[in-house]
């Protein structure tokens, strides 16, 4: 419950974009991978925590950007598309930094 509440918060701050479910999909996954990953009980964390050391925002902030939705059917010049990802980057890190500092320090074994 605790993890589709987060969820459901993080997309919605992140404005609800495919790229912000694919960035958190990503992160899940690559928490399964991580022989790590039992270094805490809290799965959130650890998600969270993913997306910010795998630097996942950017990868997924120019993916976003560059969807042709994104622009009305106009193709776009590669600097606005730029300004516009540097635009989602610093949006979606600071609803991360806003997550991640509901823990005074990370809930880790």
């Not at 997309?11 to 990953?37: G, I, K, N």
């Not at 902030?61 to 980057?89: K, T």
């Amino acid at each position: 419950m605790q993890l589709a509440r987060l969820f459901l918060i993080l997309s919605l701050t992140l404005h609800v974009t495919q790229s912000s479910s694919e960035c958190l999909d990503e992160a899940r996954r690559r928490v399964h991978q991580d022989p790590a990953s039992n270094r805490s009980w809290n799965y959130c964390w650890l998600v969270l925590a993913k997306v910010h050391t795998d630097r996942l925002i950017a990868t997924y902030a120019r993916a976003q950007a560059s969807r042709p939705e994104m622009w009305g059917g106009r193709i776009p010049l590669a600097e606005s598309v730029e300004q516009l990802a540097q635009a989602f980057v610093t949006e979606w890190n600071a609803a991360l930094a806003q997550f991640l500092r509901y823990w005074e320090s990370p809930p880790i074994r």
